[in-house]
């Protein structure tokens, strides 16, 4: 079983930075992909980006640019750099990993954590 906790999240004006952390517990398979996904209210949860064992990343074209995700896999924590924050980005974003062994498959989620950008 892994679990993940996010932290970073908060208040922010417009233009403004933040960077969500996600600390993962427990086994990690080598064969994986860690992602942020977001859902503002009365909308779909969606990916924001994504970066796999490889080190392959991808985006979001709405936050391309604008935010980075990067991973320390010593620490087993991935990174979500947001700049130049936009009031769109208000949501609440959490972390997903999604690892695998043989034909084992696992796909966790943390907890969320709430990303206000208001002036």
């Known amino acids: 079983q892994v679990q993940l906790v996010e932290s970073g999240g908060g208040l922010v004006q417009p233009g403004g930075s933040l960077r969500l952390s996600c600390a993962a517990s427990g086994t990690i398979f080598s064969r994986n992909t860690w992602g942020w996904y977001r859902q503002a209210p009365g909308k779909q949860r969606e990916l924001v980006a994504a970066?796999?064992?490889?080190?392959?990343?991808n985006y979001a074209d709405s936050v391309k640019g604008r935010f980075t995700i990067s991973r320390d896999s010593g620490k087993r924590t991935v990174y979500l750099q947001m700049n130049s924050l936009k009031a769109e980005d208000t949501a609440v974003y959490y972390c997903?990993?999604?690892?695998?062994?043989?034909?084992?498959?696992?796909?966790?989620w943390g907890q969320g954590t709430q990303v206000t950008v208001s002036s």
């Open positions: 997903n990993l999604k690892d695998e062994f043989g034909t084992f498959r696992r796909d966790s």
């Open positions: 970066i796999t064992s490889g080190g392959s990343t």
